[in-house]
């Protein structure tokens, strides 16, 4: 569930409980979000990375027949690249596959009949696979279908979340019952070369190193078997440079529950908050704040050294302040808030996090973390929060970039306060007022090194 969903769902709850009403109007309001989000806001992440390759229509036959209620009548222009995989010449199975529905009810994304096209069909880990594209209001929309080793086409079902597409490379994983599988699709001749996680050295270092895997027509397809590779990424090389580079997202299944990842238990968060500031942690918001290590640099649990050094309140959420000592003696600190709906369903924010050099001992670093408080999915913040938490011995802290610059007296060592408007930077005061430490206002680094997609 997004965010947005999760307000939508809040506030018709909530008024829905003020005037004593069913909370139907939710769902009819939820289908039409949830389509119009499919078709453009998951739109901009294809646009910006996992993209849709092009291909002629399937079969003439099938195009040709006069439209059907819903369709659009008309010629579809055709692509210059046929489909291809091992069953790219079994017009049977590709004319029944373009016809297999792409979802149902009122939110579904179904483009007429006479506007799709196969891009890829072919037998992949076991089994079926196929990419279907169509038209929607003028868009480009593509899904990735399945079935069982020798299905014929009727028998494909829905894979994927259909999404608008553009031209380029596509790369899609698939990840169930504790086996992977990554389909990539590219012009015939490019090389492509998989990494499955960033390399952290002792210096706080990012670097990925990347194996070739084999290509045929332009189509790779890799088995990955074991664990879920959230930090998975993709380089494509063309002549003498990189066409593509980026990461895959987060597939096209919902895990089961044999294939969750391992997470941080309370009892483990309890124990890595012993001697933390404030107040007892939320495992959930804590959890939540250390998803980047699993999502986006794919380490296990039991590799890494986690402390909890603060937990408190920031406006209505609560934040925490951890570290965590990576294999490679490199620590990571992050910083985040978790909002807690009348659903029980939580929404974290990452606020902070930063790379240091094996040795750091996180105790002793001055964080500063600000939290933006956003309405909706507005780019904009509607008020903001700055935590501070002072190395040992501060007792006030001055807020650089407003002139004059602002003393504000700590609650030990932290620093709560708002609005922080032009403050680009804190300083901590002893008790005699001397300043003993100097942090910027810190933001998020990126520790994935996956990517964004198209390469200029």
Known sequence: MTRTEEQLRATFRRHANDVDTPTDTYDAVLNRYRRVRRLHV?????????????????????????????????PVAPYPLPPRGSLADD?????????????????AVNPPLNTRQVVFAGEVAGGRWARVVGQIDGELVGAWFSGPSGAGGDA?????????????????????????????????GDRVAVSERPDIDATGTVTRDYRSVETIDGVAIVD???????????RIDRGSGTVFRGGIGEGSAELGPGD????????????????ALGIAPNPEVVRMVLDPLTDQAGYAVDELELSV???GPVGET???????????????????RGQLYADDTTRSFGDLLSL???????????????CDVHEGEGPTPITSELVVLGPPGSVSFRLLGPSPAVEEPGNGRILSVQPVDGVTGVQALDAAGNMIAEEPVAGVQDISDAGDGPVN
């Open 42 to 74: 998951l739109g901009a992440a294809a646009a910006a990375g996992v993209l849709v390759l092009v291909a002629v229509p399937v079969t003439q036959s099938v195009l040709d027949a006069g439209p059907t209620p819903g369709e659009v009548a008309g």
């Open 91 to 107: 017009e049977e199975f590709l004319a029944a596959v373009v016809q297999a529905p792409w979802g149902r009810g009122p939110d």
């Open 156 to 188: 494909m079902t829905l894979r994927s979340e259909p999404h608008t597409v553009a031209t380029g490379p596509e790369v899609f994983y698939d990840y169930a019952d504790g086996a992977g599988v990554l389909l990539v699709l590219s012009e015939s």
């Open 224 to 234: 990955l078997p074991g664990k879920w590779l959230q930090a998975l990424s993709v």
């Open 260 to 275: 969750q990842p391992e997470t941080w238990t309370d009892q483990q968060i309890w124990e890595a908050a012993n001697g």
């Open 309 to 311: 050094l603060w937990a």
């Open 318 to 336: 609560e934040a925490v302040l951890v570290s965590a000592v990576l294999p490679s003696g490199a620590v990571v600190v992050l910083g985040g």
């Open 356 to 370: 240091h050099p094996s040795g750091t001992a996180a105790q002793d670093l001055m964080l500063v973390m600000r």
